[in-house]
């Protein structure tokens, strides 16, 4: 047993005790009741179970849940699909999945939700040139799968939010 300390869309848990081989994905889901973290294959090959961790020098990436232990956690700080949408207000891209009929079932769309806003978070700190964007999008969203709208639906709305607020993404002259 581990006492895990983990701090979940800006709320610091106090400690809990949780089993060396709990998974993070049972731990958001069974313990917090937090099931907007989807289970999918179990195998870290859909990443319909990805979250986002926030480092400590202020960068964010995505990780699977399904196959890691909750106690590799401790001590961090991550992002669920339930922190994404503040006072009931969504988020532009949140806005643009819905704008483009990007999900069906919605099995996988808080990995691509999760995916896409570290995306964002990471071009605005390092925007890109404009000829860079299509594979930028489709670097991020590599290993998502989605067995109901494909793809394109997603990259073209995580692409309208980046257009949209170009001096934010895009570098300039790019
Ligand atoms: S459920 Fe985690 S990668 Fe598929
Ligand atoms: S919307 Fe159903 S799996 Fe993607």
């Known amino acids: 047993m581990t006492a895990l300390r983990i701090t979940i869309n800006g709320r610091a848990h106090p400690p809990m005790d949780v089993r060396d081989d ?13 099931t907007g973290t989807k289970f999918g294959c179990g195998a870290a090959q859909c990443l319909s179970c990805a979250i986002i961790v926030d480092d400590p020098d202020g ?10 232990p909750a106690v590799s956690f401790d001590g961090k700080s991550i992002r669920t699909v339930e922190g994404h949408a503040k006072n009931g ?23 691509f939700l999760n995916e896409g806003q570290a995306l964002l978070e990471r071009l605005a700190k390092k925007p890109i040139v404009r000829g860079q964007l299509e594979a930028t999008i489709a670097e991020a969203f590599d290993g998502h799968l989605c067995r109901c709208t494909g793809y394109i639906k997603y990259h073209e709305a995580v692409r309208d939010v980046i257009l949209a607020d170009s001096s934010r993404y895009i570098a300039a002259g790019g």
């Open 22 to 34: 709990l998974t993070m994905n049972d731990f958001l889901r069974e313990y917090l009741g937090m």
């Open 59 to 68: 960068t964010s990436h995505t990780s699977p849940t399904c196959v890691v």
């Open 89 to 111: 207000e969504l988020t532009a891209l949140q806005k643009a999945f819905i704008d483009h009929f990007a999900f069906q079932c919605g099995y996988c769309t808080a990995g």
